[in-house]
């Protein structure tokens, strides 16, 4: 099982409040990662990002989880040493608790890994815990525990990798193919289906996990019969780019610059921590590849088809007006194979 660790301190010292951390691992022919930041180091509501992998069956789990902390900033717990966590801080942890005890079910015990089953998990860890701090704020958009959830199960196998993408909110998973590049495996909770006007907007979910009131868990699936790049991401990664294929641009051109796959960690998190307004967590598998020299070869042709474009040439000498007029050009050009693998429109 590969899970990223609790930060390390010395016994008898307490513990320090890193701003960022991040986590790398291998395992024949899968190489993952995780790298999670924070803008208040100690307080950050995105919790930890999760990659779990089964050596004996082949069977992966990568997730995030992303506090709403608009909605659930209200006092929640009172650690023993002082600090008092929001109701999206502790949401977001007991989501990533739920998530790993729901894996470790489904690979140990054979419990299905139905979007149900992971319903259930949630909303038992969440009805589990004490509710009893008091605050002033109240009203219809308060929620007790919220968090968002993007999410992917994999198995590698001889016939490819078999995936399914399960959330709630507007964290997002994706697909990053050689051939291809960078495809969304799931669509935000808001009533905008807009991906651009989505940047250009933030607007508010109408569905997250949270213990005051029923929430939805949506799923897809899916077969990849070539070697692939899975991840899951909060929209401290992918919400302060200009545009969607901006994120592929810093995806790839930090990939090629890597000697390894923990080093394309700590570029990744180089790259967007002094960029991104939020608390911004990922996490990535890389499946099928002999090694990373090899995984970064694969990815050589799609690196120089959109790097050296326009997607990356934002004309921001230009004015508001040229940007926006940019924007909706290269957008267009992008979004056909960006939706590709999308799901459709919840009615």
């Known amino acids: ?107 140990v015990s054979d419990e299905p890994d139905t979007p149900e089953r992971l319903k259930y998990c949630l909303k038992r860890m969440l009805d589990a815990a004490p509710k009893t701090a008091r605050s002033k704020i109240t009203g219809s958009m308060r929620r007790v525990l919220p968090t968002t959830l993007a999410a992917v199960r994999y198995h590698l196998g001889d016939d490819g990798v078999r995936w399914q993408a399960l959330w709630a909110g507007d964290s997002r998973s994706y697909a990053l193919l050689p051939r291809s590049g960078l495809h969304a495996l799931t669509r935000d909770d808001t009533h905008e289906d807009d991906t651009l006007a989505q940047l250009r907007q933030d607007p508010p979910m109408t569905n997250v996990i949270c213990a005051d009131r029923d929430f939805t868990l949506s799923a897809q699936h899916g077969v990849f019969r070539e070697p692939c790049v899975l991840l899951s991401a909060t929209d401290g990664f992918f919400g302060y780019v200009h545009t969607p294929a901006q994120f592929e641009c810093v995806l790839l051109e930090t990939l090629k610059q890597a000697r ?32 990373f020299p090899q995984l970064r070869r694969a990815f050589d042709e799609r690196h120089d088809s959109v790097v050296r474009s326009e997607y990356r040439q934002v004309p921001l000498q230009d004015g508001e007006d040229a940007v926006r007029h940019w924007q909706d050009r290269t957008w267009q050009s992008y979004r056909s194979e960006y939706e590709k693998l999308m799901p459709g429109v919840r009615e």
Not at 24 to 29: E, L, Q, V
Not at 68 to 82: C, E, K
Not at 262 to 282: H, M, Y
């Open 260 to 291: 390894d796959v923990g080093d394309w960690a700590e570029l990744l998190r180089k790259a967007i921590q002094p960029t991104t307004g939020d608390d911004a967590s990922l996490s990535l598998v890389a499946l099928g590849f002999e090694e």
């Open 1 to 107: 099982m590969i899970i990223p660790p609790k930060p390390a301190h010395p016994p008898g010292r307490p513990p320090a409040q890193p701003s960022h951390l991040t986590w790398s691992a291998c395992d024949d022919r899968l190489q993952a990662l995780a790298v999670w930041t924070e803008r208040r180091p100690g307080h950050g509501e995105d919790a930890e990002p999760l990659a779990a992998y089964h050596r004996p069956t082949g069977n992966g789990l990568l997730a995030v989880f992303d506090g709403s902390g608009g909605s659930g900033a209200a006092p929640a717990w009172r650690a023993p040493d002082g600090p008092t966590y929001t109701n999206a801080w502790v949401g977001a942890r007991l989501a990533r608790l739920a998530a790993e005890v729901w894996f470790q079910r489904v690979v």
